[in-house]
């Protein structure tokens, strides 16, 4: 990533944007050291330098969520990435008779965790979500 960035500063983002055919895009920004630079641009020419092939604006288009994910594991801040959707309340159907009242007896209790899910892994390569052995199944 920071090779990316790095050809990003040197170049403006016009012509870094130009070269690799990407459009300038304001959506998803990725913010480092203060600066604000086209995140998926970068993420698409750091592809390149990790694995000889840029990843262009066609492979990353409708993939705004795995490529804010690779930017936030790398420990970037990302402005202006899709939200993740609010997960549904359960509707529970209206009772129509009240319960009968149960005889006490005792439960094993079950606690669940506090804290958040992690995002899934995802492939650096083809940003696909990785297995749970960690190597991917279409690159490997």
Known sequence: MLQ????????????????YGFQPSALETLVH??????????????????????????????REDAVASVLVKGGFEVKGAPAEP??????RPAASKPRAARAATPRATTTRSTTEERPPAICPTCFTQLPATGVCDNCA
Do not use: N, Q, S
């Open 4 to 19: 990316a960035i790095a050809e990003y500063d040197d170049r403006g983002r016009d012509a870094f944007v130009g070269v």
């Open 86 to 91: 609010e997960p549904r309340a359960k509707a």
């Open 33 to 62: 050291e203060g600066r604000t630079y086209d995140a998926a641009a970068v993420v698409g020419v750091a592809h390149r330098y990790a694995t000889g092939r840029v990843a262009t604006a066609d492979d990353l288009r409708g």
